[in-house]
Structures are given as structure tokens and as C-alpha cells.
């Protein structure tokens, strides 16, 4: 599980760092989708995860006329980075950026909240 969000922990990594591998298992566990426990919480996941693998609008990508911002992590098995740079290709003006990170690059990057933070600044101002 921990190697499909981020490559370089694949099991060599976690079976040099032990206690590393039970704490990220355990935060991976936790964030797992906070609605699970609630009434409805299983079957909700059960009909995201059916209506995502329904969903496929990459031919329409060229028709988007708005500022976009296209990030993923160099590690992620996830959002492979070829599929990220591949999304990128179908926007139109879109800005790729890719960081230092799996699947959650937004805590393992600190760059990756300024980039986002400053796109949404220049592109989202009132």
C-alpha cells in the first residue's frame, strides 16, 4: 500500500525502517476516508469509487478556456507521473508542476502549497 503512494517506499525501504513503515500505515489508516464510521459511510465509498471508475472526460480537456494548475508527485504510483504529464497535454495554457513526493506530495513538498497557493493568487484575486 505504502510503495502505491510513493515508490521510494517500496518494501526494501520498509524493511530497513520498521518503525517509519508502522507509523505511516497507521496515518494512512486513519485519513482513510473520515465518513467511514458514519451510517451510509461504506456504501457512499462503495458508490465514489463505482462512479469514478465510470468517469472519463480526457477528451474534453482541450475545450477548457480557464487557468489550471496540474501538480503531481515524481513518486506516485497512484497518479503516475506519465499520467499527470499526460493530463497536462490536454489542457490548453495549463501550468504542470511536479514535486518532490508520492501521492501525498502536499505534505511531503513544502514548495508544493507556495506553487499553489501562488497560482490561486494570480489567477483568483478579487
Not at 478556456?65 to 504510483?77: M, N, Q, S, T
Amino acid at each position: 500500500m505504502l510503495a502505491i503512494g510513493d515508490d521510494r517506499c517500496n518494501e526494501t525501504w520498509q524493511a530497513e525502517h520498521p518503525e517509519e513503515t508502522e507509523r505511516l500505515l497507521k496515518e494512512a489508516a486513519a485519513g482513510a476516508s473520515p465518513f467511514l464510521s458514519e451510517p451510509g459511510g461504506i456504501a457512499g465509498l462503495t458508490r465514489q469509487i463505482e462512479a469514478r471508475s465510470h468517469h472519463d472526460c480526457f477528451a474534453r480537456l482541450p475545450s477548457l478556456r480557464i487557468p489550471a494548475l496540474v501538480c503531481g508527485g515524481e513518486y506516485d504510483r497512484q497518479a503516475r507521473p506519465e499520467v499527470v504529464r499526460s493530463l497536462h497535454a490536454q489542457i490548453p495554457a495549463a501550468e504542470l508542476r511536479m514535486f518532490a513526493g508520492g501521492h501525498g506530495f502536499l505534505g511531503q513538498d513544502p514548495q508544493a502549497y507556495e506553487v499553489i497557493t501562488a497560482f490561486l493568487q494570480r489567477h483568483c484575486s478579487t
